[in-house]
């Protein structure tokens, strides 16, 4: 039996689906996958942070992984900024809320 290959950008998009709605098996059965399939490129991105595996060659592992470290970090600064945001957000709704006579 003949192993069929998927490109890398189809691996994400099928994990990031997984993670969105919480079943593999549903998700495994939209796109006509095997549920282990699935479940191992879950597995890869959980251990490796992506789909995509890690390179060979120490020195191309280490600036990949940097790489991955450094895109890891912006996207977490991006996020808090957005929670920083809706707290503040929050904050005021909560003290319009709490007034005597809002107008």
């Known amino acids: 039996m003949k192993k069929k290959r998927y490109d890398q950008e189809f691996k994400e998009q099928v994990v990031r689906?997984?993670?969105?709605?919480?079943?593999?098996?549903?998700?495994?059965?939209?796109?006509?996958l095997s549920k282990n399939t699935v479940y191992n490129w879950l597995q890869a991105t959980r251990k490796n942070g992506s789909v995509?595996?890690?390179?060979?060659?120490?020195?191309?592992?280490?600036?990949?992984?940097?790489?991955?470290?450094?895109?890891?970090?912006?996207?977490?600064?991006?996020?808090?900024?957005?929670?920083a945001e809706k707290e503040l957000e929050l904050a005021i709704l909560r003290e319009l809320r709490d007034r005597v006579n809002p107008q």
């Open 17 to 32: 689906e997984c993670q969105e709605v919480g079943n593999i098996a549903l998700v495994a059965r939209r796109h006509g």
């Open 52 to 83: 995509i595996p890690l390179p060979r060659d120490v020195n191309q592992r280490l600036l990949e992984a940097e790489n991955r470290l450094e895109s890891l970090a912006r996207e977490n600064d991006q996020l808090k900024r957005l929670v």
